[in-house]
C-alpha cells in the first residue's frame, strides 16, 4: 500500500507517467484521428462549399440583406446576454463562495439548470409564459409589448441558455481561493466595494474572461432556444445560426455555407482565445505553487 509520503501533494508538480512507447503513439494517433474526423473535416467542408463558386457568390451570401439583419441581431443579442450574464456571475459567485446564507445549495442548483433541460423546452417556456395566450400574455397586449417572435424574447431566451457559464468558471476559484484577503482588505478599513474591485475581481480575472469566452461563444450559436421564440421572421427576429437553416432549407447551398463560415471563423478565434486564456490562468497557478516533489 502506498504511504502518504509517497502521494502527490496537492499543487505540486506531477511526473508523466512511463508507458510503453506504442500505448502513447497508439493514444496520440486515436485523438488526432478524432479530432480530424470530427473537428477539422467539418470545418474544411464548411469553408470549401461556401467558396464553390467563388469568392463573388460568397461575399454576395454574406452581404445579402437578410443575411446582414442576421448578423446584426445576433451582435445585438450577444452584446446583450453575455453583460448581463457576466454581471449575474460575478454576483452569484461571490454570493456564493464567500457568504453563508439560507438557499445556497438551491441557487447553485439553478445556476445549472440550463445545464439539464433542453434549449427547446426552455424556449417554450418563455412561449407559455410570454406568448399571447401565455401566464403575461394579455398584461404585454394590453400594454402594446410583444416579447415572443420578436428581439426580447431572442434575448431572454439567450440569456437563459448562456447564464451559467461565468458563473462555474468562478464560482470553484472563488471557493478555493477563501475569504482571507477580503477579510484583511476589511480590516483595514476597505469598503464591500472596494475589496471586491481591488482584491476579489483581480485574483478571478483569468475565470471571468475564460467564462465570457464561452457565454459569448454559445451566446452566438445558439439554436434551439432562440429557434423556439423567433417565429423565423426573415430579415428582424432571425440570428445567424436560423438564417443557415433557411437558406439550406431553399436548397441555397452556397449561401448558408457562407454565413456559416462565419459561426466557423467565431469557433476558431474561441479556440485560440480559450487556449490562451487556459495558459495565462496554468501560469498564475503555477507561478504561485512550489514545484518540487515530494519524495
Known amino acids: 500500500m502506498t504511504s502518504s509520503k509517497q502521494r502527490m501533494a496537492p499543487g505540486r508538480m506531477m511526473l508523466p507517467l512511463q508507458e510503453p512507447s506504442w500505448v502513447r503513439w497508439s493514444l496520440t494517433a486515436f485523438s488526432c484521428s478524432f479530432l480530424i474526423l470530427f473537428l477539422v473535416v467539418p470545418l474544411v467542408v464548411v469553408f470549401t462549399e461556401a467558396l464553390r463558386k467563388g469568392f463573388g457568390a460568397y461575399w454576395a451570401g454574406i452581404t445579402d440583406p437578410t443575411a446582414w439583419s442576421a448578423i446584426k441581431l445576433t451582435v445585438l443579442v450577444v452584446g446583450i446576454s453575455v453583460p448581463l450574464n457576466l454581471v449575474f456571475g460575478?454576483?452569484?459567485s461571490w454570493a456564493i463562495a464567500k457568504f453563508e446564507f439560507w438557499g445556497k445549495s438551491l441557487l447553485i442548483t439553478l445556476i445549472d439548470l440550463p445545464f439539464a433541460v433542453s434549449p427547446v423546452v426552455?424556449?417554450?417556456i418563455f412561449v407559455l409564459l410570454f406568448g399571447i395566450h401565455?401566464?403575461?400574455?394579455t398584461w404585454l397586449d394590453a400594454w402594446g409589448l410583444q416579447v415572443i417572435f420578436a428581439v426580447?424574447?431572442?434575448v431572454l431566451?439567450?440569456?437563459?441558455?448562456?447564464f451559467p457559464f461565468v458563473a462555474r468558471e468562478v464560482i470553484p476559484l472563488m471557493q478555493e481561493q477563501g475569504t482571507e484577503q477580503e477579510q484583511a482588505a476589511l480590516t483595514l478599513g476597505a469598503s464591500g466595494w472596494q475589496t471586491f474591485w481591488y482584491v476579489t475581481l483581480p485574483n478571478v480575472r483569468w475565470a471571468v474572461l475564460y467564462?465570457?469566452?464561452l457565454c459569448n461563444a454559445r451566446a452566438m450559436g445558439e439554436f434551439g432556444a432562440v429557434s423556439v421564440v423567433s417565429g423565423h421572421i426573415?430579415?428582424?427576429?432571425?440570428?445567424i445560426p436560423?438564417?443557415?437553416?433557411i437558406l439550406y432549407n431553399e436548397y441555397n447551398f452556397v449561401a448558408a455555407f457562407a454565413v456559416a463560415s462565419l459561426l466557423a471563423l467565431l469557433a476558431l478565434v474561441t479556440l485560440v482565445a480559450k487556449t490562451l486564456v487556459e495558459r495565462r490562468i496554468h501560469f498564475s497557478t503555477t507561478s504561485l505553487e512550489p514545484t518540487t516533489v515530494e519524495s
Open 211 to 213: 467564462g465570457v469566452i
Open 152 to 154: 426580447p424574447g431572442v
Open 134 to 137: 401565455g401566464w403575461f400574455g
Open 90 to 92: 460575478l454576483a452569484a
Open 242 to 245: 436560423l438564417h443557415v437553416e
Open 234 to 239: 426573415r430579415g428582424k427576429t432571425n440570428t
Open 122 to 124: 426552455s424556449g417554450l
Open 157 to 162: 431566451a439567450t440569456v437563459f441558455v448562456t
